[in-house]
Protein backbone atom coordinates (compact mmCIF):
# COMPACT_ATOMS: atom_id res chain seq x y z
CA UNK A 1 0.00 0.00 0.00
CA UNK A 2 1.12 3.33 -1.00
CA UNK A 3 1.26 5.92 1.44
CA UNK A 4 0.35 9.27 1.20
CA UNK A 5 0.44 12.79 3.65
CA UNK A 6 -2.77 13.45 5.67
CA UNK A 7 -2.72 17.63 6.59
CA UNK A 8 -5.36 18.25 8.66
CA UNK A 9 -6.06 21.90 8.56
CA UNK A 10 -8.01 23.35 11.29
CA UNK A 11 -9.48 26.85 9.81
CA UNK A 12 -12.80 28.55 10.98
CA UNK A 13 -14.85 29.71 8.36
CA UNK A 14 -14.60 33.50 9.57
CA UNK A 15 -14.13 35.99 6.60
CA UNK A 16 -10.78 37.06 5.97
CA UNK A 17 -11.75 39.99 5.25
CA UNK A 18 -12.84 41.09 8.64
CA UNK A 19 -9.06 40.75 10.05
CA UNK A 20 -6.88 43.60 11.10
CA UNK A 21 -4.41 44.88 9.32
CA UNK A 22 -2.05 43.15 12.04
CA UNK A 23 -2.99 39.98 11.52
CA UNK A 24 -1.22 39.79 7.93
CA UNK A 25 2.57 38.92 7.98
CA UNK A 26 3.01 39.70 4.38
CA UNK A 27 2.91 42.60 1.45
CA UNK A 28 3.26 41.41 -1.85
CA UNK A 29 4.81 43.98 -3.89
CA UNK A 30 4.48 44.01 -7.96
CA UNK A 31 7.56 44.20 -10.26
CA UNK A 32 5.64 46.59 -12.35
CA UNK A 33 3.10 49.34 -11.83
CA UNK A 34 0.39 50.00 -14.13
CA UNK A 35 1.28 53.71 -14.62
CA UNK A 36 5.25 52.58 -15.75
CA UNK A 37 5.84 51.06 -18.34
CA UNK A 38 9.05 48.59 -17.44
CA UNK A 39 9.75 46.47 -14.87
CA UNK A 40 10.29 48.77 -11.54
CA UNK A 41 10.84 52.09 -13.55
CA UNK A 42 11.97 54.74 -11.96
CA UNK A 43 12.47 52.13 -8.95
CA UNK A 44 8.95 52.60 -7.75
CA UNK A 45 8.12 48.44 -7.01
CA UNK A 46 11.48 49.04 -4.77
CA UNK A 47 10.79 51.82 -3.12
CA UNK A 48 7.25 50.55 -2.20
CA UNK A 49 8.93 47.16 -0.87
CA UNK A 50 11.06 49.29 1.12
CA UNK A 51 8.68 51.70 2.69
CA UNK A 52 6.23 48.31 3.60
CA UNK A 53 9.57 46.93 5.50
CA UNK A 54 10.21 50.26 7.23
CA UNK A 55 6.84 50.57 8.68
CA UNK A 56 7.31 47.26 9.74
CA UNK A 57 5.77 44.76 7.52
CA UNK A 58 7.76 41.59 5.63
CA UNK A 59 7.24 42.72 2.01
CA UNK A 60 8.68 41.03 -0.97
CA UNK A 61 8.51 41.69 -4.67
CA UNK A 62 6.37 39.51 -6.58
CA UNK A 63 9.46 37.43 -8.48
CA UNK A 64 11.37 36.48 -5.12
CA UNK A 65 11.03 33.46 -3.67
CA UNK A 66 8.31 32.97 -1.01
CA UNK A 67 8.24 31.76 2.11
CA UNK A 68 7.07 28.21 3.14
CA UNK A 69 4.07 29.52 4.74
CA UNK A 70 3.05 32.13 2.18
CA UNK A 71 2.67 29.11 -0.77
CA UNK A 72 0.50 26.86 2.03
CA UNK A 73 -1.50 30.15 3.11
CA UNK A 74 -2.13 32.80 0.63
CA UNK A 75 -4.57 34.49 2.73
CA UNK A 76 -1.45 35.41 5.32
CA UNK A 77 -0.65 38.05 2.59
CA UNK A 78 -1.56 41.26 1.33
CA UNK A 79 -1.03 42.55 -1.92
CA UNK A 80 0.70 45.94 -1.61
CA UNK A 81 -0.48 47.87 -4.85
CA UNK A 82 0.20 52.02 -5.39
CA UNK A 83 -2.30 53.80 -7.71
CA UNK A 84 -1.71 56.87 -9.80
CA UNK A 85 -4.10 60.03 -9.50
CA UNK A 86 -1.97 62.28 -11.17
CA UNK A 87 -3.33 65.77 -12.44
CA UNK A 88 -1.58 67.99 -15.21
CA UNK A 89 0.64 69.84 -12.49
CA UNK A 90 0.60 67.74 -10.18
CA UNK A 91 1.40 63.75 -9.30
CA UNK A 92 -0.53 61.81 -7.21
CA UNK A 93 -0.16 58.59 -5.60
CA UNK A 94 -2.36 56.44 -3.50
CA UNK A 95 -1.19 53.21 -1.96
CA UNK A 96 -3.48 50.33 -1.21
CA UNK A 97 -3.84 47.31 0.50
CA UNK A 98 -5.47 43.99 -0.65
CA UNK A 99 -6.42 40.40 0.60
CA UNK A 100 -6.36 37.20 -1.41
CA UNK A 101 -9.87 37.60 -2.65
CA UNK A 102 -8.74 41.47 -4.27
CA UNK A 103 -10.47 43.00 -1.68
CA UNK A 104 -8.90 46.04 -0.64
CA UNK A 105 -8.94 46.75 3.04
CA UNK A 106 -6.82 50.02 3.50
CA UNK A 107 -6.31 52.98 0.72
CA UNK A 108 -4.07 55.68 1.89
CA UNK A 109 -4.57 59.34 2.10
CA UNK A 110 -3.21 61.05 -1.45
CA UNK A 111 0.52 61.52 -1.60
CA UNK A 112 1.46 64.83 -3.51
CA UNK A 113 4.25 66.05 -5.64
CA UNK A 114 5.03 69.09 -7.63
CA UNK A 115 8.09 67.91 -8.91
CA UNK A 116 9.19 67.96 -12.86
CA UNK A 117 11.46 65.07 -13.03
CA UNK A 118 9.55 61.72 -13.49
CA UNK A 119 11.63 59.85 -10.61
CA UNK A 120 11.63 62.41 -7.97
CA UNK A 121 7.75 63.10 -8.67
CA UNK A 122 7.22 59.53 -8.16
CA UNK A 123 9.58 58.94 -4.82
CA UNK A 124 7.68 62.17 -3.42
CA UNK A 125 4.36 61.31 -3.86
CA UNK A 126 5.00 57.36 -2.97
CA UNK A 127 6.49 58.47 0.40
CA UNK A 128 3.92 60.55 1.30
CA UNK A 129 0.99 58.82 0.21
CA UNK A 130 3.30 56.08 2.49
CA UNK A 131 2.73 58.48 6.09
CA UNK A 132 -0.78 56.83 6.14
CA UNK A 133 0.96 53.25 6.56
CA UNK A 134 3.35 55.01 9.22
CA UNK A 135 0.06 56.22 11.05
CA UNK A 136 -1.03 52.51 11.06
CA UNK A 137 1.83 51.77 13.75
CA UNK A 138 1.65 47.60 12.09
CA UNK A 139 3.16 45.59 14.42
CA UNK A 140 2.11 41.21 12.90
CA UNK A 141 -0.21 39.45 15.13
CA UNK A 142 -1.35 36.44 14.40
CA UNK A 143 -5.12 35.74 13.93
CA UNK A 144 -6.03 32.94 16.64
CA UNK A 145 -8.95 32.11 13.87
CA UNK A 146 -6.54 31.35 11.05
CA UNK A 147 -4.39 29.41 13.19
CA UNK A 148 -2.84 26.53 11.38
CA UNK A 149 -2.05 22.91 12.94
CA UNK A 150 -0.67 20.39 10.99
CA UNK A 151 -0.50 16.85 11.98
CA UNK A 152 0.85 13.70 9.53
CA UNK A 153 -0.82 10.29 9.73
CA UNK A 154 -0.50 7.42 7.39
CA UNK A 155 -3.88 6.48 5.42
CA UNK A 156 -4.56 4.38 2.34
CA UNK A 157 -3.91 5.59 -1.13
CA UNK A 158 -7.18 7.14 -2.56
CA UNK A 159 -7.29 7.41 -6.38
CA UNK A 160 -8.37 10.85 -6.38
CA UNK A 161 -8.25 14.17 -4.60
CA UNK A 162 -10.48 13.39 -1.79
CA UNK A 163 -11.61 16.41 0.53
CA UNK A 164 -12.77 15.74 4.25
CA UNK A 165 -14.38 17.84 6.76
CA UNK A 166 -11.31 20.15 7.27
CA UNK A 167 -8.71 17.77 5.98
CA UNK A 168 -7.17 17.15 2.19
CA UNK A 169 -5.69 14.39 1.46
CA UNK A 170 -3.29 14.11 -1.62
CA UNK A 171 -3.40 11.32 -3.90
CA UNK A 172 0.16 9.33 -3.59
CA UNK A 173 3.84 9.76 -3.06
CA UNK A 174 4.78 11.87 -6.04
CA UNK A 175 1.93 14.69 -6.12
CA UNK A 176 0.26 13.44 -9.53
CA UNK A 177 -3.11 13.86 -9.79
CA UNK A 178 -5.92 12.59 -12.42
CA UNK A 179 -7.27 16.39 -11.66
CA UNK A 180 -6.25 17.79 -14.89
CA UNK A 181 -8.26 21.15 -16.49
CA UNK A 182 -7.66 23.64 -19.87
CA UNK A 183 -7.43 27.41 -19.00
CA UNK A 184 -9.16 29.10 -21.85
CA UNK A 185 -8.88 32.78 -22.02
CA UNK A 186 -11.74 35.10 -21.15
CA UNK A 187 -11.89 38.69 -19.55
CA UNK A 188 -9.65 39.28 -16.86
CA UNK A 189 -8.71 35.59 -16.04
CA UNK A 190 -9.69 31.97 -17.41
CA UNK A 191 -12.35 29.44 -17.13
CA UNK A 192 -10.89 26.21 -16.30
CA UNK A 193 -12.77 23.01 -18.34
CA UNK A 194 -12.30 19.60 -18.02
CA UNK A 195 -12.16 17.13 -20.28
CA UNK A 196 -15.39 16.31 -20.76
CA UNK A 197 -15.51 19.02 -21.25
CA UNK A 198 -17.16 21.57 -18.84
CA UNK A 199 -16.41 24.61 -17.33
CA UNK A 200 -15.35 23.89 -13.65
CA UNK A 201 -13.56 26.59 -12.31
CA UNK A 202 -13.77 30.27 -13.64
CA UNK A 203 -10.76 32.18 -12.19
CA UNK A 204 -9.99 36.25 -12.19
CA UNK A 205 -6.31 37.71 -12.48
CA UNK A 206 -4.98 39.61 -8.88
CA UNK A 207 -1.83 41.71 -8.41
CA UNK A 208 -0.21 38.83 -6.94
CA UNK A 209 1.67 36.26 -9.86
CA UNK A 210 0.30 32.74 -10.02
CA UNK A 211 -2.89 33.83 -7.77
CA UNK A 212 -6.32 33.73 -9.10
CA UNK A 213 -9.87 34.67 -7.16
CA UNK A 214 -12.25 32.13 -7.54
CA UNK A 215 -15.31 33.63 -9.50
CA UNK A 216 -18.99 32.62 -7.99
CA UNK A 217 -16.94 31.29 -4.87
CA UNK A 218 -15.46 32.40 -1.78
CA UNK A 219 -11.84 30.89 -2.79
CA UNK A 220 -8.61 31.27 -4.34
CA UNK A 221 -6.87 29.51 -6.96
CA UNK A 222 -2.96 29.71 -5.96
CA UNK A 223 0.44 27.66 -7.72
CA UNK A 224 2.18 25.70 -5.10
CA UNK A 225 5.08 23.64 -6.85
CA UNK A 226 4.01 22.20 -9.96
CA UNK A 227 0.70 22.10 -9.07
CA UNK A 228 -2.58 24.69 -8.30
CA UNK A 229 -5.21 23.98 -5.52
CA UNK A 230 -8.07 25.78 -4.99
CA UNK A 231 -9.77 26.75 -1.56
CA UNK A 232 -12.75 27.51 -1.22
CA UNK A 233 -15.84 27.20 1.40
CA UNK A 234 -18.76 25.09 0.93
CA UNK A 235 -21.97 24.90 3.22
CA UNK A 236 -19.40 26.47 6.07
CA UNK A 237 -16.03 24.20 5.49
CA UNK A 238 -13.10 24.56 3.92
CA UNK A 239 -12.04 22.72 0.59
CA UNK A 240 -8.99 22.29 -0.96
CA UNK A 241 -8.66 20.50 -4.20
CA UNK A 242 -5.53 19.88 -5.85
CA UNK A 243 -5.28 20.40 -10.23
CA UNK A 244 -3.01 20.16 -13.34
CA UNK A 245 -3.63 22.67 -15.32
CA UNK A 246 -2.50 23.19 -18.94
CA UNK A 247 -2.28 26.93 -20.13
Known amino acids: MKKILLIALFI ?24 VKGKDKYQTSSLTKFLFNKYGFTALLEDEKLPEEVLNNRCLVLSG ?38 KKAYHE ?3 NAFKSVQALKYKFTP ?4 AIVKKEVVAPVVSAVEVVKNKTVE ?16 VNGFQLVNTKPEVVFQVLKTSVKDVFVIKDKNGILYKNGDSWFAEYYDNNM ?6 QIKF
Open 12 to 35: TSASFAQKSINNYKYVIVPTKFDF
Open 81 to 118: IVRDDSSLFTTKSIVELRDCYNKVVFTSQVGRSKEKDY
Open 125 to 127: AIR
Open 143 to 146: SKEA
Open 238 to 243: KVIEKY
Open 171 to 186: VNEDNTTKNVLYAQSI
